[in-house]
């Protein structure tokens, strides 16, 4: 699919960035289920001396006005900078393809176009449903809670989801952390769990790039069609074959570098996303500083595995 100029001059920004360091292109708030506002979570990243930061939230382009408007306040006060932070306004959508719940980040040049919170808004539609539905079932499995119904409204530009729904529980004394309402209660498997019905990869990655958007595959490693090991010869022919088919679908590039991943990995998604001509990005996948299941925001010196994946891969050629 071919991209246009301005899809092509994002792309290299975000390639480039991520090869210079100090990037982070994976970032939530609490219009999804981050602990922060955007304005907190952008004046984190210039506190950090990021060169370049995104905010992705999950199914929600709700909080890129207020980063917006954050990004143009820091501006004015930071006037003397040489160097000033680049915001990329972006999402994380999640998705469906191979029968694998997949997440795709789109980034965006300047505010994302409404043909793409028309898009998002069918999708939070289905997420009201799926929260009612899980609300309901923890109910009716004993689990006294203090609200009667998921605190949103079809106004709201908030998503409220699972984890959520697992804070709640804590807040309620059913557990003790997030992580145990997840495991014993929430998780696929687990009777309060809802299967979500999700876009397929082929709508969203056609939607995006009609809103000229940039289209990333998010934290591959995460994902069953992910070798555990680079001796998988199958598993990493399996690899190949996904980013091939996701490519054909209108894909960009791949978040090589994600503030969970091994440097083993990281490696193996360079090397394919450069034999198949796909950018690459880095992101932390932050969700706030009192969130102990991501990794922090990175900061100005952070080259996430760059010098060891760029000298093995001048190794090989």
């Given at each position: 699919?071919?991209?246009?100029?301005?899809q092509?001059?994002?792309?290299?920004?975000l390639?480039?960035?991520?090869?210079?360091?100090?990037?982070d292109?994976?970032?939530?708030s609490?219009f999804?289920?981050?602990?922060?506002?955007?304005s907190?979570?952008?004046?984190?990243?210039?506190?950090?001396?990021?060169?370049?930061m995104?905010l992705?939230?999950?199914d929600?382009?709700?909080?890129?006005?207020?980063?917006l408007?954050?990004?143009?306040?820091?501006?004015?006060?930071?006037?003397e900078?040489?160097?000033?932070?680049v915001f990329?306004?972006g999402?994380?959508?999640?998705?469906?393809?191979?029968?694998?719940?997949m997440?795709?980040?789109?980034?965006?040049?300047?505010?994302?176009?409404?043909?793409?919170?028309?898009?998002?808004k069918?999708m939070?539609?289905?997420?009201?449903?799926?929260?009612?539905?899980?609300?309901?079932?923890?109910q009716?499995l004993?689990f006294?809670?203090s609200?009667?119904?998921?605190?949103?409204?079809?106004?709201?530009?908030?998503?409220w989801?699972?984890?959520?729904?697992?804070?709640?529980?804590?807040?309620?004394?059913?557990?003790?952390?997030?992580?145990?309402?997840?495991?014993?209660?929430?998780?696929?498997?687990?009777?309060a769990y809802?299967?979500r019905q999700?876009?397929?990869?082929?709508?969203?990655?056609?939607?995006?790039?009609?809103?000229?958007?940039v289209?990333?595959?998010?934290?591959?490693?995460?994902?069953?069609?992910c070798?555990?090991?680079?001796?998988?010869?199958?598993?990493?022919?399996?690899?190949?074959?996904?980013?091939?088919d996701?490519?054909?679908?209108?894909?960009?590039?791949?978040?090589?570098?994600?503030?969970?991943?091994?440097?083993?990995?990281?490696?193996?998604f360079?090397?394919l996303?450069?034999?198949?001509?796909?950018?690459v990005?880095?992101?932390?996948?932050?969700?706030g500083?009192?969130?102990s299941?991501h990794?922090?925001?990175f900061?100005?010196e952070?080259?996430?595995?760059?010098?060891?994946?760029?000298?093995?891969?001048?190794?090989?050629?």
């Amino acid at each position: 699919m071919k991209m246009s100029e301005k899809q092509q001059k994002l792309a290299k920004f975000l390639d480039q960035s991520t090869l210079a360091g100090g990037a982070d292109f994976h970032l939530h708030s609490n219009f999804s289920d981050g602990l922060e506002s955007p304005s907190e979570v952008l004046t984190r990243a210039w506190h950090l001396g990021l060169r370049a930061m995104a905010l992705t939230d999950h199914d929600t382009l709700g909080g890129i006005s207020e980063a917006l408007e954050m990004q143009e306040s820091l501006t004015r006060e930071n006037s003397e900078l040489k160097e000033t932070p680049v915001f990329v306004a972006g999402i994380e959508v999640s998705t469906r393809f191979a029968d694998t719940e997949m997440h795709i980040l789109a980034f965006f040049s300047e505010k994302p176009p409404e043909s793409m919170y028309k898009f998002i808004k069918q999708m939070q539609l289905e997420r009201r449903l799926r929260n009612k539905k899980m609300v309901r079932k923890v109910q009716e499995l004993g689990f006294d809670l203090s609200i009667s119904d998921p605190p949103e409204s079809e106004q709201d530009e908030e998503v409220w989801g699972r984890v959520h729904l697992a804070r709640q529980l804590v807040r309620d004394g059913h557990f003790k952390s997030s992580n145990e309402a997840f495991k014993k209660l929430l998780s696929p498997g687990q009777a309060a769990y809802v299967p979500r019905q999700h876009f397929t990869a082929k709508e969203t990655l056609e939607t995006i790039n009609a809103a000229n958007g940039v289209a990333v595959l998010a934290h591959p490693h995460e994902y069953k069609i992910c070798p555990e090991s680079l001796e998988d010869e199958d598993g990493i022919n399996l690899l190949t074959s996904v980013f091939k088919d996701l490519k054909a679908l209108g894909l960009h590039g791949v978040e090589a570098f994600h503030g969970m991943v091994g440097a083993d990995h990281a490696f193996l998604f360079y090397r394919l996303a450069r034999e198949l001509n796909l950018i690459v990005t880095q992101g932390s996948d932050d969700h706030g500083m009192a969130d102990s299941s991501h990794v922090n925001m990175f900061t100005r010196e952070t080259n996430l595995y760059r010098d060891f994946v760029l000298s093995r891969a001048g190794s090989e050629e």
